[in-house]
């Protein structure tokens, strides 16, 4: 990480709408059928971009979300202007009829570079059930071809639940197959209508970690809201032997064989795993939601504050939360006397999710600290 993550993010989400014709079952916005009136409008949106590129290079990514961004008329103009400026625009759309071939050109011609869409199943069956339509699916796949052909770099995003961490190797050979650019797995933080959705247990995260680090050499991975997967991987690479340092537990061996049956023997397209990067909620990376509300992250429903009154930068730099987040030797627990609190600090929306606090121990984490006190 070249950037003082004190003074800039890496990463801007901003939530340019909540609306959305889908119905998912983990959905962090509790989308709604209709926009919100209170949405920043266009002028709002422009003034929000030019201020994140006043940073100047290296200016954070921006990634358009929703909600459904495509709900909003002007996306294309936003994804434009952004480019103007001198940032790096992504999108994170919904897969309904309004992902279409020409809106993906449009986009692409306004200059964005990276989509991500979403498949939580490797079957119509799962995925389908989770997005709350039927036929998701199938235009999913369809989606992540065009992207492709298209040019723009391809993220996956799959959200692993109980219901569905048996088909991530089969989920994974979608993905191999698209040629995705990364596979972000997300560890479901009970907020949204997440809450009510079967979460990993804290040693089953860790065996799903592993997994992710043993695949990593085929597509890079990230564990988003898993921020000891940074934990996982410094310690497997002290170790020579890592089935003998992290034995092999019952998840990641039925992981391991089925990736064996449906991968085989696909050699790995690169040399080793990517080091994962180094943010977390309020320390490289923040959330503008729909309204122009500043948080450190989508799934830690604090606010710093509005846009609409001071500028994103200065919430920030300066909020008192996002500062606190950025101090892990003040976390509660495990965290704060962890010998990797300053890689890793622990999901802050986990933390919150589960206990209302968001400097406590992340209880989605099983390490037991060695301990500096
Ligand atoms: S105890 Fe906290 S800081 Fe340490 S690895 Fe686990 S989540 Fe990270």
């Known amino acids: 990480m070249r950037l003082d993550t004190e003074e800039r993010p890496y990463i801007v989400i901003w939530e340019v709408t909540r609306a959305c014709q889908l119905v998912c079952t983990h959905c962090r916005a509790d989308a709604q059928h209709r926009r919100s009136p209170l949405e920043l409008d266009t002028d709002e949106g422009r003034s929000l971009l030019d201020h994140i590129a006043a940073y100047g290079p290296p200016r954070p990514i921006v990634v358009l979300t929703g909600g459904d961004p495509l709900s909003r008329p002007d996306l294309v103009d936003l994804v434009a202007h952004g480019t103007e400026a001198g940032l790096s625009m992504a999108l994170s759309p919904s897969v309904t009829p309004l992902l279409t071939r020409e809106a993906l050109s449009d986009l692409r ?59 991530l190797p089969a989920i994974l050979r979608h993905v191999l197959e698209f040629d995705a650019t990364l596979w972000s797995v997300f560890f479901l933080v009970p907020t949204g209508r997440g809450s009510t959705v079967d979460a990993l247990s804290a040693t089953e995260s860790e065996e799903v970690i592993h997994w992710l680090h043993d695949i990593a050499g085929l597509v890079p991975t990230k564990a988003t809201e898993a921020p000891h997967y940074r934990r996982i991987a410094i310690q497997r690479a002290r170790v020579d032997d890592v089935d003998a340092a992290f034995p092999v537990g019952p998840l990641r061996r039925q992981l391991r064989e089925q990736t064996n049956m449906l991968v085989g023997d696909r050699p790995p397209r690169r ?103």
């Open 109 to 167: 011609a306004a200059g964005a570079k990276a989509v991500s869409l979403s498949l939580d199943g490797a079957a119509a069956a799962t995925h389908d059930g989770f997005r709350g339509v039927p036929g998701v699916f199938d235009a999913t796949i369809d989606a992540a071809r065009t992207v492709r052909e298209l040019g723009f770099r391809l993220q996956i995003n799959t959200t692993v639940t109980a219901g569905n961490v048996h088909e």
């Open 271 to 373: 040399s080793g795993p990517r080091p994962p990067l180094d943010v977390n909620a309020g320390r490289g990376f923040a959330f503008v939601d729909h309204h122009g509300l500043v948080y450190p992250s989508g799934f830690l429903p604090l606010s710093a504050g509005s846009v609409r009154e001071q500028s994103f930068s200065y919430f920030y730099r300066s909020s008192p939360l996002l500062q606190s987040l950025r101090r892990p030797d003040d976390f509660g627990g495990r965290c704060g006397r962890c010998d990797f609190r300053e890689v890793c600090g622990g999901s802050r929306s986990h933390a919150f999710g589960v206990t209302g606090d968001p400097l406590a121990e992340d209880p989605n984490c099983a390490y037991q600290p060695v301990g500096v006190s």
